[in-house]
Antibody, heavy 122, light 106 residues
C-alpha cells in the first residue's frame, strides 16, 4: 500500500524558513516523480513544485520560485521542500503527491499524503 | 487557467451531477484529471486523460471532453459523494487546478 507521510510543518514568522519532509513507502520511490501541492485555509489546491524521479529536474510555481527548493533522497525514500523567505500568503496545508510515472508533467497525481500545516504569522 | 462551474451544486441522492471545467487554452493531449476532496481529507484521484477512471473508482463517475471543455458526471449521487471536486491540467508546467465545485447532497 502506498503511504506518504508529511512532517515538518508549524508556526514560523514572516521571513523565516522551514523544511518539510514526505516519507514514502509501499512503492519504488526512485521510479516516480513527486510534487508538493498546497491548500490555503478554505481555498483550493495550488501546485507548488515538482521533481522528477532522479532529482535532476525541478519545476516551480511562479509564486514560490526563488524562495522554495524541492529535493529528494532516493536512498531514504524521502521528498523535501525547503521554504525560505516565508510570507503570510504561504500559510497552507502542504500535501506531497506521487506522480504515476517518472516525469513531473504529463502525469496525474495518483496518491496523496494527509498534509502538514504551515502557518506564517508574527 | 481552469474555470470550474458551477461553484456549488445541491442535489438529492439518486440525481445526476454535471460539473464543468473550461480551460483558457487547449489542454495537451487531454492531460486533464479530476480529484475529489472531502472535508478535512487529502484529495482522491478520480479521472485521468479526461475520461479514464483511476483504479477502484466506481463507474458512476464519468469524465469526458477535449480541447478546452471538460466535464465530470456523477450519476446516481450517493451521500458519500458530498465533496469538492477539482479539475487539473498536467500537460505543462506550471500544473494548474481549477477553483473547485462543491457538491452538496440534500
Amino acid at each position: 500500500e502506498v503511504q506518504l507521510v508529511e512532517s515538518g510543518g508549524g508556526l514560523v514568522r514572516p521571513g523565516g524558513s522551514l523544511r518539510l519532509s514526505c516519507a514514502a513507502s509501499g512503492f519504488t520511490f526512485s521510479s516516480y516523480a513527486m510534487s508538493w501541492v498546497r491548500q490555503a485555509p478554505g481555498k483550493g489546491l495550488e501546485w507548488v513544485s515538482g521533481i522528477n524521479d532522479s532529482g535532476d529536474s525541478a519545476y516551480y510555481a511562479d509564486s514560490v520560485k526563488g524562495r522554495f527548493t524541492i529535493s529528494r533522497d532516493n536512498s531514504k525514500n524521502t521528498l523535501y521542500v525547503q521554504l525560505n523567505s516565508l510570507r503570510a500568503e504561504d500559510t497552507a496545508v502542504y500535501f506531497c503527491a506521487k506522480s504515476d510515472v517518472f516525469a513531473v508533467v504529463a502525469t496525474p497525481f495518483d496518491h496523496w499524503g494527509q498534509g502538514t500545516l504551515v502557518t506564517v504569522s508574527s | 487557467v481552469l474555470t470550474q462551474s458551477p461553484g456549488t451544486l445541491s442535489l438529492s441522492p439518486g440525481e445526476r451531477a454535471t460539473l464543468s471545467c473550461r480551460a483558457s487554452q487547449p489542454i495537451t493531449i487531454g492531460y486533464l484529471a479530476w480529484y475529489q476532496q472531502k472535508s478535512g481529507q487529502a484529495p482522491r484521484f478520480l479521472i485521468h486523460g479526461a475520461s479514464s477512471r483511476a483504479t477502484g473508482i466506481p463507474d458512476r463517475f464519468t469524465g469526458s471532453g477535449s480541447g478546452t471543455d471538460f466535464s465530470l458526471i456523477i450519476s446516481r449521487l450517493e451521500p458519500e459523494d458530498s465533496a469538492v471536486y477539482y479539475c487539473q491540467q498536467y500537460g505543462r508546467s506550471p500544473i494548474t487546478f481549477g477553483g473547485g465545485t462543491k457538491v452538496e447532497i440534500k
